[in-house]
């Protein structure tokens, strides 16, 4: 694993528990399932259905968190240094775009299995929104990244 491997696992975990928290579970937007058109979150059966798919999807969110730990762990063990704080965090970001972007095109565009607002019926603009979110975050994780690396290098050619 590189050294950005850690911050990049963490994000996508992290961002994750994120859209199932505060998506699916507080805001109650959508479920994992929402769309397929045999599991409707109004009826018992659906919203069954739905919370065990959406705790298989916090499992996978938590396998990245651990994973990203562990990693996080291992670096350490071998005497590598932590990163600095706005290079970690810029990875951690863009882990959580890269979230999104993976999410909001495989879940909601090419399986159609859920859409952000399920509960407007599945409005394409906040699809479209979510994925604008996600390169956001990307982009900008990348940009933080490449600033605590260059200010890091600087430090280390003093």
Known sequence: MTARAPGLLLGLGLGGFVDGIVLHQLLGWHHMLTSTGEHPAGTVEGLEANVVADGLFHVATWVFVLAGSLAMLAAWRSGRLAPSWSSHAGLLLAGWGLFNLVEGLVDHQ?????????????????????????????????????????????????
Do not use: K, N
Not at 111 to 116: A, N, P, Y
Not at 134 to 142: E, F, K, P, R
């Open 110 to 158: 090419l399986l159609g299995i859920h859409h952000v607002r399920d509960d407007l019926g599945g409005p394409l603009s906040w699809d479209l929104g979510f994925l604008a979110l996600g390169a956001a975050l990307l982009v900008g994780g990348l940009a933080l990244h490449r600033h605590g690396e260059r200010a890091t290098r600087a430090v280390d050619r003093r």
